[in-house]
């Protein structure tokens, strides 16, 4: 039976929106993983299958989060025939400059949006991970050396980098954010904290964020070379550095991005194929109301880390569900947390017990035991409890985001009408 709670005034309301625009950051739903665009000549089934061979890569890269991807025999195999993949396409006119002559010219944009089961059946095929569509956000500090000076970059500040800096991150589906540069940023970090890379304080800064990851780097001024920048990206206490050359923006930009999207992937991506018995039980308390419900199953369905989700049992004071993995625990604690529609709770482990008792001088067994019969000099002894005990279910203990750390104005509760 599941319980319904009326309450009449929210109680905490206002500590609850602090903590969940706190947090807010910490998971960005990324549209349009299986939708992609090549710039192409002409309408001709030539271009259209060499445009969705470009799609089609780019479409598993970001699916997957592993920029070497297209490195997998299978991979290679269905890039030679990417139509069977393809949902819906089309073209539309545009103009685009000749490399060459620098004058504009006329080109087609193809536009493929792709099979999503389709999708995630070839990158489990191959063996590679699927990386869920809410991902952790990306925090990027960065500062600019040109004629005005040292400067930290945003929209208004260097608004040509900033926008190739996003095209390279949604290229690779990867939430990215920039400092609000307001007086509390300014007062904690400065152009100068960042051009030093001094870390400590940029992670402090960062903190009212809470990216996922934190990528601080410096872009020198052009020169007949071309360009240089240097990079750090944080990421659990663990900093990776990275320096990059190139002509254009996009050519010191792209590989920074590469490396913060397959550092993110590799932690929260999941590689299916658990085995049917690879399940662990998950108990969530607060969950009040059939809405509450329905949307609990919901996301535990979609969730990528998990093969089936069971209810096991209604109670008073939480739900059960017999999880089926893909992936392992570990990976599916970090996309819960990620997600925070489910807030960890400490949790407890069931004690073991066993009951005996004798019926019509048989024993019966009651509990987490293993019966044995064993056999005495080609006899059949009486059945007798083992010490022997049933190998313990992992079990994670959850609350429902919607009703946690939210008290109970009434000790009254009305019960629902049974489901």
Known sequence: MLLKRIRSIWVGVAGLIALLLATSAAAVEVKDLYKATAVVADRSDASLR???QEALAEVVIRVCGDSTALESYDIRQAMGNPSRFIEQY????ITQENPETGLPEPAFELKVIFNARGINQLIRRAGLPIWASNRAELLVWLVTDDENGRRLVNADTAPELVASIQEQAQRRGLPIAFPLNDLQDQLAVTPGDVWGMFMD????????????AVLVGKVYAPSVEGRLANWSLMLDNQ?????SRGLELTEVITPAIELSADKLASKYAVTLGGGDTDFVWLNVQGVETLTDFAQLTAYLEKLVAIRQADMGQLQEDQTRFRLYLESNIENLKQLLALDKKLIEVPNQQPTLSVSLSAVDDQTVIEGDAI???PQVEGEIAPLIPSLEVLTQIPELSYHWHRTYNQPLQSDQPIQSPEI
């Open 50 to 52: 060499h445009g969705s």
């Open 90 to 93: 089309g073209f539309d006119r």
């Open 201 to 212: 304080r940029i992670q402090t800064a960062s903190e009212r964020y809470a990216p996922g």
């Open 239 to 243: 900093q990776d550095m990275l320096e």
């Open 371 to 373: 019966a044995t019969q």
